[in-house]
């Protein structure tokens, strides 16, 4: 087969947006590309950050989904429609919707279209503490098989069953009308597709992950045990899943309908869904022993090694250890911090808030000045943080802060966690604080790489990408040396479509497994961050106090109020 002039694309469903990619699968040039923000997310629309509910409306996904693709293909040479061979997606994760019997999304139904609880719920909701407290609990007390120790030891409300369970709890009517539940990453390609629900091909990404999937005992928790987590789950088992499939292979090919409205042709190929963040490994160039760190509004730190073939050696307090997750053939580990660039946002907001606000009231500009000022600040107010505090160099008796501003993921999962920020005094300015934030997320980000170790994990190197890992070199200089450790980062700036890429061109049948797709299409290394060896020196005595302030603020402040 000749390779060259084979097209692929990646779709990457993130948190904010869908972008769409299309790659030469002979070298992996990225020929075109296209973004596009959901609408309704975009304006707020079923979110209560008050209550930590972060809701998605499905049709922003289809519709957005059909104007990224179009314009990709817009953008590419001309022709490029019918040299694409397959195309694979990624999304957020665990991010489950209730279906109907017909597999629709409960929200598309007229009666339930403004129901945040009839929509996917977004990895970040965190509404559901509680119920993951009662699966934790359960899994350790029933006097059964513990259904978490495959993921970490402890069950997140980021994830699929505490969500399941806090809306069928919540509300009747969805309760009434749900019959089963899909994740994003499953139901776009049968959507794609015209895949039936009884026939929806399951990730395995997600299923072992977040839905406590595993060979070991056939599939997903026992009906016993979720009877007894609550009656209300009875059943739900027999109309989910047993079989789940990994990202090389394919779903089926594109329906009539839907070549149509994306401009490309029947017989193209629909892959098996993955997370975003897996699929950032994948096109990261995941290989044995090197972190992958997806650096975006949260982090996900992506391992693999060989399978196991006795006696799998269990990992505690991480995001899950499942066979094929992230590449095919060897035994994918999750973990990650459930805020980092929401840290550096959040601070921003607050800087931002005068700004915002007063300006607003301002009886000496014009509205346009107004909209013009806005958004200078807004563009300017990070570079020049991150500058300032750059020079402000490390205070080992300064301030030191907590990344748990949407909870803690990894190591040992607990989202009622929150925030703090110590040792502030009078001298206390905006850039030194900022600086303690970025500190924390990377303090934060080594209680990872400390826990793998202690686990017997071994990293040799770290792969950084996303958003942050390209945008801030501030950031990732404070990242290498607080984890002492040289971090390289990706040219490519969409490494999960690019992912997602590879694997379709492993479901096209154009290279025969995801390693072979890696190395002919895999990105440069765009920039290396070394530890500095005196920063190593100061920040192992700040690593401490981070260390001793966390203990103090999980014992005095975890509380669900």
Known sequence: MNINGNYVIGIDFGTDSVRALIVDAGDGAEVASDVQFYPSWKSGCFCDPSKNQYRQHPQDYIETLKVVVKNALANAPEGAAKKVRALSIDTTGSTPCAVNK????????????????????????????????????????????????????????????????????????????????????????????????????????????????????????????????????????????????????????LSREWANELGLTPRTIVGVGSFDAHAGGVGAGATPSVLVKVMGTS??????????????????????????????????????????????????????????????????LDARAKERLVAEFSEKIIPALSAKAEKAGIDKNGIVALDWLNGRRTPDANQLLK????????????????????????????????????????????????????????????????????????????????GAA????????????????????????????????????KYADLYKKYAKFGSFAENEFCTEN
Request: with cysteine; hydrophobic share 45%.
């Open 419 to 498: 925030g703090g920020i110590a040792g502030l005094s009078l001298a206390s300015t905006p850039p030194k604080i900022f600086r303690a934030l970025v500190e924390a997320t990377a303090f934060g980000a080594k209680k990872i790489v400390d826990r793998f170790v202690a686990e017997g994990v071994d990293i040799k190197s770290v792969i950084a990408v996303g958003g942050v890992a390209r945008k801030s070199s501030f950031v990732m200089q404070v990242h290498a040396d607080i984890l002492n450790m040289t971090i390289k980062v990706s040219k490519s700036a969409n490494t999960s479509a690019l």
């Open 102 to 253: 017909d597999g629709t999304p409960l929200a598309l139904l007229p009666e339930f279209e403004d129901n945040p609880n009839a929509m996917f719920i977004l990895w970040k909701d965190h509404t559901a503490v509680q119920e993951a407290g009662e699966i934790n609990n359960l899994a350790k007390n029933w006097g059964g098989e513990d259904f978490t120790k495959y993921s970490g030891g402890v069950y997140s409300s980021e994830w699929y069953w505490s969500k399941i369970l806090h809306i069928l709890r919540k509300d009747t009517k969805v309760r009434e009308a749900a019959f089963s539940w899909v994740e994003h990453c499953d139901w776009i390609p049968a959507l794609l597709t015209g895949t039936s629900l009884a026939n929806m091909k399951r990730s395995r990404t997600a299923a072992g992950h977040k839905a406590m999937w595993h060979g070991f005992w056939n599939g997903l928790p026992s009906e016993a045990f979720l009877i007894k987590l609550d009656p209300l789950l009875a059943g739900l088992r027999d109309r989910l899943f047993t079989k789940t499939f990994t990202a090389d292979e394919a779903v089926g090919e």
């Open 299 to 364: 982090s996900c730190d992506m391992l693999i090694t060989p399978v196991f073939k006795n006696n799998e050696h269990i990992v505690k307090g991480i995001c899950g250890q499942v066979d094929g997750s992230i590449v095919p053939g060897m035994l994918g580990m999750e973990a990650g911090q459930s805020c980092v660039g929401d840290v550096y946002a959040w601070f921003k907001n607050i800087l931002m808030w005068p700004i915002e606000n007063l300006i607003e009231e301002s009886t000496i």
């Open 502 to 537: 590879m694997c379709a061109a492993v479901v096209a049948g154009i290279y025969p497994n995801i390693e072979q797709a890696q190395q002919a299409m895999c990105a440069a290394i765009e920039t290396e961050y070394r530890p500095v060896r005196a920063n190593v020196r």
